[in-house]
């Protein structure tokens, strides 16, 4: 069984940003309550921003970080914040990878797409067993490649 995870780095990375538009709203709402003559206008909406900016972060980036294992003619998928699903090989529609060279590096970024209209993304640079992920589809569901 093949599992692929998202790389610890990026888990860290993002948090970190989290936690730091999480502080920036703290700081800037007590600075709001104990000194509101200050800049109170830019205050009144900074912080409204800087925590929608939070949250969209947190729900595109974080949330959205997937577990996906491949074995036994089943594909297993799960969210860092959410249930399992698990379905056969033939629950998949198509399968495409694509590939992007910049100067020295290449990303490459799977997308499987199951007929519950479903898409799992994954990349070579968040994800862990990647290759071993595109080699098992290659093996298995050559036919559904698009």
Known sequence: MITSRPKAP?????????????????WVLFRLIFNPA?????????TPLLLVLAI????RSFFSYLQLSL????????????????S????????SEEVV??????????????????KLQLSNHEHSDYDQIVTFLNRKVRKLKK
């Open 10 to 26: 990026i888990l860290f990375s993002v948090g970190m940003v989290i936690i730091v538009l999480i502080g920036l709203v703290s």
């Open 38 to 46: 200050e800049y109170f206008i830019v205050k009144l909406f900074m």
């Open 56 to 59: 969209l972060i947190a729900n």
């Open 71 to 86: 074995g036994d003619n089943k594909l297993t998928y799960k969210y860092l914040m959410g249930k399992k699903y698990c």
């Open 88 to 95: 056969p090989l033939s629950g998949i529609d198509y399968w």
């Open 101 to 118: 060279k910049r100067r020295k590096t290449e990303f490459r970024q799977l997308t499987i797409a199951m007929r519950s209209a479903k």
